[in-house]
């Protein structure tokens, strides 16, 4: 029997992973997924909150706050990249000035560090082609920019060093009281566990419902983007917020840790799950958006477009803790915006509440928080290049030329992934498909590697997983 089950691998049930297995115990993380990072942990705005939006007092704002705390020591300990590039809520009108001083003492209440607001010059001294309109900003020198799903990646590799059972395509579909815990049906198999950690995102309220608990509901809320190409991303040094509206931040421009840059996101309400589609109108309605903050946008040096879902919880704040109607549960549920910034204080807590539920935390020796990553090519200097290529040919043919990654980096990414890679999961550890053409010259190559160094035929494969096939089957088969 496990110890702990934890349900999910976003970042979330990623996190609770890898705090838990800090302490002598069997954890197990059953993912419904084929790989970890495939919700809202791979598609959302990765900023790293400073937390001066959230309701004073509530979970968002504390565990926002001590999260963004965690994030360096996290960061440097997983070789994940973390930028604290600071973020502006800038303000249009007088009447926005007032809500940016309302996001000031409530970002004092919440315990924000270092916040200021900034006139009008000092905007346009942090970052070039702002509208002149803007009036002043609140700013935030704690609020930065990572890589979500580098970064659940990272606290999957980690936490699987250090003793974590992994177990994707394994949807929880049922549980079962058993003497001293659960036993749960993953479909293909059957896990018994003492604790139950729900961490499934979207899909939390049913789990929970799952375990006699049905204190609160979760619906979607879509957000979709437009990621710019490197060569025209000069248009976001910083983190550029508007004055929030009903629904949230309001729309972004912002960079990303390599060196993109992106606008959005929406906000559309849906009762759909599992629709990520981007809807044509977001394309307008984002740049109209974005352009107040940033008037020349560059949008022929758009490359792609992609949405993610919110998980928003009713009532609205983080569930967090153990589940009032089962003292074998705990909640890590309706993890909504700040979840990636709130990850790992949300783990922290998770942990906290296994111990008051019984579960006894008593550490292990041996526990490693290091986890070691090549540097990527891209990254070498002439000589760091032509050493790597001397180790390994392999660096010396290039697969994906918009983001210079070499075969060699594609095949530590394909082993690496869990299960059956798929063109995602590859493109998410190695880059390959990030660049200008998405993919265009890439994909067949990746995928040509893949069935080779994992024996499957390419009809096989997806591009992320499930009914996703790339290849419907052979068009001509060569003569013997
Ligand atoms: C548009 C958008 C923008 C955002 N921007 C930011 C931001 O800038 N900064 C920030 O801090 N936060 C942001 N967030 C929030 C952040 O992305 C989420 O809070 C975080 O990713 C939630 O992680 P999670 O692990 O709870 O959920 P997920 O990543 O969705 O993971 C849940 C996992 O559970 C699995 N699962 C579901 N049901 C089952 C089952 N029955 N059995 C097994 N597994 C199951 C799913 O397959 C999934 O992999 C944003 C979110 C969105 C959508």
Redesign the pocket.
Known sequence: MFDVLV????????AVARELSRYALRVAV????PD??????????????AGYDCEPGTNMARL?VR?NAMFGALCEELAVPLKRTGSLVLAFSDEEMESVRRLYESGLKNGVPGLKILDAEACHAMQEGLNPEVKGALYAPTGGITS?YEL?IALFENARQNGTEFFFE????AARAIEGGYELD?GQKMLQARYVVN??????D??SALFGDKCFKIHA???E?ILFDRAVSGFAKTVLFQAPGPLGKGVLVAPTVHGNAYI??TAVEQADKSDTSVRREAIDELSKAASRSVPTLPLRGAITLF?????MPEPHDFIVGLSPKNPRLVQ??G?????????PAIAEEVAKALSLAGLDLEEKTGFDPIRREEKAFREMNGDERAAAIAFDPAYGRIICRCETVPEAEILRAIRATPGVPTLDGVKRRARAGMGRCQGGFCSSRVLELIARERNIPMEELTKSGGRSKLLVGRTREDDE
Do not use: D, F, M
């Not at 970890?36 to 909150?49: D, E, L, P, Q, R």
């Not at 961490?199 to 939390?204: D, K």
């Open positions: 349900i999910g691998a976003g970042v979330v049930g990623c059953a993912e419904a997924g970890v990072a495939c919700g809202a942990s791979k598609a959302n705005s990765a900023i790293v909150h926002n999260g979500p659940t394994s949807p929880v579909l993953l961490a499934a995102g979207l899909y939390a049913q789990i809320r879509k957000g983007y959005g996101p949405a993610g879902l919110r998980a890590a549920a993890i909504c915006s700040p979840g990636l910034t709130s990850a």
